[in-house]
């Protein structure tokens, strides 16, 4: 099972990256193969609504590198800072710049991160975006705030909080659970 996680932030570091990589690091222990693209470290130019019908053949080599993780998936986690209640205009740019064909009937798993206060805006709206995909948003969702987190030396930012890494555990097993049974895998 692959799985490719995007993060949206728009800065480095990130809290929503390191909640990306929580993520990467469970799913890792499931067995899944993870990759993950960082929309801070590695932006994509503005999605162009001709390619909408056939984004494959857009010529930028970022974006063509994009496209073609995303048509490896199995699963996804879109990952989003809060920004104006809502998720980022990164994240929105990426997933303009592929369709449905891309996310229909793949499972999706929805990561906040917020400021001073836990909010799941950005993944509310998440969720509809994925259902514009056909995409099947999980029902477990991941979302913290800056006090869940300590900060390292480096500038990096640490889990603090054992609810988030139980969270973390149980959001993982559903993601994986989900992408078995869409794959027609069945229960196990
Ligand atoms: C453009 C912008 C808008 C923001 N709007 C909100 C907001 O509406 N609510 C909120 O709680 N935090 C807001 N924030 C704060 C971010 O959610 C917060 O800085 C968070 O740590 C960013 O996540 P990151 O560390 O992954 O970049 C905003 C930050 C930016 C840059």
Redo the contacts with the bound molecule.
Sequence with gaps: MRVLLL?????I???????IDAVAAELGRLGAETVTWDL?SDPLPDALADFHRAPETIEHPETRRFIREVARADAFVW????????Y?ARLKNALDTVNYDHFEQKPIGLVT?????V?T?AVDHLRIVARGLLGVAIPTQIAS??ADFTQEPDGT?TIAAPALQCRIVRFCAELTKMATLLSGGGVS
């Design positions: 993060s949206g932030s728009a800065r570091p990130s809290h929503t990256r390191s909640l801070a990952g989003s800072p809060n920004y104006h209640n809502s980022s991160h917020s400021g001073g206060l909010s805006q705030c800056d930012y």
